[in-house]
């Protein structure tokens, strides 16, 4: 026998108790019912017939028994047909379920219902041949054919929550919705429900009735839910809005994911690309002898993978080879599990032709080396890299628009008016590079207010003022992924000749976790030399000497091109994240300044076009084409015509997000706790029987009724039957 | 015939024909002897002979065959008897009743033949009246043995399947006969008491002796049907479905009460009522009533019937 748990409150009004069969076909046998109607029948066909000469007396006595004998014959009969009938009803396993969908669904009046499915990634899962989406579209299904005409219904999923599949319906003919939710498919989008239910608010303030009805389906992974919903569970309970929740899904967690499959290099160039995939193994056992397929546009090739021991994680490094710049659709994709969502990855890879490095002087001089940035313009001169350089003055660097760079320094630059910081700050957080060399022109008063802002700004220390003690040699302090790196692995002696006349004197705030000193001086305090910042996508770095050889003879030390240039690779604005997305996140391509664009398409991972969105902001920002379907995951190429009518083209690629990868299930208490005050009911569906049948077998209490009654009838028909 | 009739049977007479049928009461015959008679009559034609018992009158002694036997001998004549017994036989479709040996009527017919036996033995006058809604024989009491072949015949050919009227037949009966004797009812009783009670009453006004005899089948006492039945009226056309162990005790209660009833009215008016179950030894049980009459256990003279109130 299997018991379905039904947790939370539910309104009373909404505790009828309703009853199904899980042997329904079995209530055919009710009919045996009248099997003690027929035998009573026949056996008042089955008499003697007698002449009989004391009729007066016989009659007296029937007169004065008729009633009795009427009432005890009936509650016999119906003792009789009884027990057939309960026969009948404890072999058809009957169940009540208070909470069954077809309570849930019973009148309350005419009640908009909303129907949310979710089809993110882990609904993909497979257990006994059926995913979790599946049994959701079965129970979509159950529900959409219970609702009575007199409501509407609206069909959301979890991945598209703005765009209804169908809105407002009323179900004279529950097919056309039902075919609808069957075409359906899981997405590799991953669940996002505070977003999903701010969504519903505004389909909610749409519908029609004043009862509002809405039912979740969904697998009831941990990933998605958080403590924003609160706030929305406490508005709908307060607007008597009602929430049930179908969990579809098991409680297995045994998983094979990629979670990552990314650029190790920051910058991809022309020749060999370090790549990394992360496989994480989620089952009981040990992976060994699997391989992944890599494909590179239309190229595939077998990557070998490391054999993974249980609740393992590993990094897969692999190398491509790609000869000129451009775009590149990479795949990475395992075997198929239990979960094939997260099997895969991909990564949209841009070579670049060149790194751009955008230098500031803010002490420009005719002299050689007399600039603030003639070493540093020296440092990425060198060396094979395709370092492409560009020098402005402050002043000229102040009076323009940003262009697009991978890299900008400023050295010695006095100070930056708030919109240029603002546009620094955008860029950063975009991914640029900041390298910030200190100076004796710096305003430092203008600095920290606009530049540091308490540790809110691109700063990653406050400047204190310039110290002019003089100090020998630099420590490089042991951090990962350090942009300067390079230098910890060189002889100590070779820092310890670095001399300096004066340095920034700086404070790093310690509750500014971004911020980390990488290289302090040599001198008692540890004075900070480098510190790195990280501002959104982006990096900072703060040198607190100049970059030229007033302060120090560090630029013209072969360790100052080391460091510069391994700084400004690693903080360099790689692959742009607009290039890869996760499913469900906007494809947004942000036009070249003063572009603009006509006939903008999007060619899908299916094969299909379709027309994007051109975004044109009301000030002098880039236009941005837009594009939200994209709830599978793979390679979408966004085409459009410039202005001159030449075609363009930019590919973004889709790639499921890791969270979903993560199995764990959400506990009930949890769940019912960050939903506030609605408690919604929740019923676990697992596509046996009918969702309305979900509930208490009582056949246990039937055979119990049965035997008494059995018994009952036995002793009253004794009675009945005794000579009176 | 009277003698190969199957409502004579030997074994029964030979119970009871010693035993005779005495009158408890003043009969009107006209000689002394067996009964007591306020007559003084006259003899008209020898009979035969009995044994003298005492309270004869010495009158009647035949001193000549005394004289050739040295036994008392009594000289009996025709049409000179003190008792006239009228048999009133139930013939009505009630009577038919009976699923085993015998019905009811031929229960009572075995019953009337041997009593109008004992009474033509005994040379007794003794009368039938057939009926059930009327009178259909009615015999005038004789005593002679062709009276006892009439009585037989008549009772061979009746045929009970009529609806019954006791209380109107016995009135128009206790109209015919003129002088005071017995009366011997036979039947099951099933029919209107009232109007029986009340022909009762003009047979005591009458000064009969009157001996009721009830018969009634074991069946219709103890209701012991175990299946379904279909009860329709013997003497109608009502039908009536009932699960007899449903309500036997009640019915036999009922059935008891009515019995109860006809006794105690019967005991107080003085009247004889003898209960008769067709399944029982006839020669049995008329024996040990005439043995019972015999030592005058019978026959007080009580109450009128109808001031009865039970």
């Avoid at chain 1, 069969?21 to 009573?40: D, E, K, Q, R």
């Avoid at chain 1, 004066?502 to 302090?520: C, D, I, Q, S």
């Avoid at chain 2, 128009?172 to 006969?177: A, F, G, K, L, N």
């Amino acid at each position: 026998m299997r018991e379905t748990r039904i947790t939370g409150k539910m309104p009373v009004s909404q505790q009828s108790i309703r009853m199904g069969f899980l042997n329904a076909y079995l209530l055919g046998g009710l009919a045996l019912a009248s099997v003690p109607i027929i035998i009573h029948i026949l056996n008042r066909r089955r008499f003697m017939r007698l002449d009989w000469a004391p009729m007066k007396y016989l009659k007296l006595t029937i007169k004065q028994n008729r009633r009795r004998l009427r009432i005890e014959q009936l509650i016999l009969l119906a003792m009789r047909v009884l027990v057939v009938m309960l026969i009948i009803l404890a072999v058809s396993r009957p169940i009540l379920s208070p909470s069954a969908m077809g309570s849930w669904l019973g009148g309350h009046g005419r009640t908009s219902r909303i129907i949310i499915i979710d089809d993110s990634v882990s609904m993909g899962y497979r257990n006994e041949g059926r995913s979790a989406f599946e049994r959701a579209r079965d129970a979509a299904n159950q529900l959409i054919t219970a609702i009575g005409t007199q409501d509407s219904v609206t069909v959301i999923t979890s991945s598209a929550a703005d765009a209804p599949l169908v809105k407002e319906a009323n179900l004279e003919d529950p097919k056309k919705v039902t075919s609808a939710v069957s075409a359906l498919g899981v997405s590799d989008t991953t669940s996002d429900w505070p977003s999903t239910f701010r969504a519903v608010d505004q389909v909610l303030a749409s519908t029609t009735f004043p009862q509002k009805e809405i039912v979740v389906i969904t697998d009831l992974r941990k990933s998605g839910w958080g403590p924003a919903v609160t706030e929305t569970g406490n508005r709908w309970a307060g607007q008597n809005v009602g929430l049930k929740i179908v969990d579809v899904g098991i409680r297995e967690t045994a998983n094979l994911a990629m979670p990552a499959f990314e650029l190790e290099d920051t910058v991809a160039l022309p020749g060999p690309v370090n790549l990394k995939a992360q496989i994480r193994n989620n089952t009981r056992s040990t992976v060994t002898g699997a391989q992944a397929l890599l494909t590179i546009g239309t190229e595939t090739r077998p990557v070998l993978l490391p054999d993974l021991a249980p609740n393992q994680t590993t990094d897969v490094p692999i190398t491509i080879n790609p000869n000129k710049p451009g775009q590149i659709p990479l795949r990475l994709g395992m075997n198929n599990d239990a979960m094939p969502g997260d099997d895969g990855r991909w990564l949209c890879l841009t070579v670049r032709p060149t790194i751009e490095v955008s230098m500031v002087d803010g002490e420009p001089s005719a002299q050689p080396f007399e600039s603030e940035t003639d070493f540093l313009g020296l440092s990425f001169s060198v060396g094979t890299e395709p370092w492409h350089l560009k020098r402005n003055t402050d002043v000229e660097w102040n009076g323009s628009r940003l262009g697009p760079t991978d890299v900008t320094v400023l050295a010695n630059v006095a100070s930056l008016t708030p919109e240029r910081v603002a546009e620094l700050e955008r860029q950063v957080s975009e991914g640029m590079g900041l390298i910030i060399f200190c100076g004796d022109l710096m305003d430092l008063g203008s600095y920290n207010q606009r530049l540091f802002r308490n540790g809110e700004g691109l700063l990653p220390a406050k400047l204190d003022g310039v110290n002019e003690a003089a100090v020998t040699g630099i420590v490089v302090e042991a951090a990962q992924q350090s942009p300067i790196e390079p230098l910890s692995k060189l002889a100590p002696a070779a820092l310890a000749r670095i001399r300096l006349s004066k340095f920034m004197g700086v404070t790093v705030p310690g509750n500014v976790k971004e911020a980390r000193v990488l290289a302090r001086w040599n001198n008692s305090e540890a004075s900070p030399a480098v510190i790195e910042k990280r501002f959104g996508r982006g990096r900072v770095i703060l040198v607190t000497v100049t970059a030229d050889k007033a302060w120090s003879d560090w630029p013209v030390d072969p360790t100052y091109v080391l460091a510069m240039r391994s700084a400004a690779m690693a903080i360099a604005k790689g692959a742009s994240q607009q290039d890869n997305i996760l499913a469900g996140q906007p494809i947004q391509v942000t036009l070249d300044e003063g572009a603009s664009a006509m006939e903008q398409q999007v060619k899908l991972p299916s094969g299909e076009s379709a027309t994007a969105e051109l975004i044109k902001p009301a000030d002098k920002s880039p236009q941005v084409i837009r594009f939200t379907r994209t709830r599978n995951a793979g390679a979408y190429e966004v085409s459009w015509k410039d202005a001159k009518g030449q075609a363009q083209s930019r590919l973004v690629c889709v790639s499921p997000d890791k969270a979903e990868s993560d199995l764990t299930a959400i506990p009930e208490g949890e769940l019912q706790g960050m939903l506030g005050a609605l408690h919604p009911p929740i019923v676990h569906y697992s596509g046996e029987a009918s969702l309305a049948q979900r509930g208490k077998e009582i056949w246990r209490t039937l055979a119990m009724g049965l035997l008494c009654l059995a018994l009952g009838e036995t002793v009253f028909a004794v009675w009945v039957g005794r000579e009176r | 015939m009277a003698e190969s009739s199957p409502y004579l049977r030997p074994e029964i007479l030979a119970q009871i024909v010693k035993l005779g049928l005495r009158a408890q009461r003043v009969v009107e015959g006209t000689i002394s002897g067996l009964h007591r008679s306020p007559l003084h009559g006259v003899s008209v034609e020898f009979a035969d002979y009995r044994e003298y018992t005492p309270g004869d009158d010495l009158k009647r002694l035949d001193w000549r065959a005394y004289a050739r036997s040295n036994r008392h001998f009594i000289k009996q004549y025709e049409e000179e008897s003190n008792l006239r017994c009228t048999i009133l036989m139930d013939a009505s479709a009630s009577m038919r009743y009976g699923r085993k040996e015998m019905t009811k009527f031929e229960y009572g017919a075995t019953l009337a033949a041997s009593l109008a036996f004992v009474c033509v033995k005994q040379r007794d006058a003794v009368g039938l009246a057939l009926f059930d809604r009327e009178e259909r024989t009615w015999l005038r009491p004789a005593a002679t043995q062709s009276q006892l072949t009439k009585i037989i015949d008549a009772l061979e050919k009746a045929k009970p399947e009529r609806e019954t009227d006791t209380g109107a037949v016995m009135l128009r009966v206790c109209d015919q006969i003129k002088s005071r004797g017995v009366v011997i009812i036979i039947s099951d009783l099933l029919c209107d008491l009232d109007a029986f009670y009340a022909a009762l009453g003009r047979f005591q006004y009458s000064g009969h002796e009157v001996m009721i005899m009830q018969i009634l089948d074991s069946d219709e006492i103890e209701l012991p049907f175990q299946d379904s039945v279909l009860f329709k009226d013997i003497e109608g056309a009502e039908e009536l479905f009932a699960e007899p162990w449903a309500f036997r005790k009640a019915y036999k209660q009922a059935m008891e009460n009515f019995i109860d009833e006809v006794k105690q009215r019967c005991q107080f008016a003085g009247i004889d009522h003898i209960l008769l179950r067709t399944d029982e030894n006839l020669g049995l049980g008329l024996s040990h009533y005439l043995h019972q009459r015999q030592r005058g256990d019978h026959g007080k003279r009580g109450g009128k019937i109808g001031n009865f109130r039970g």
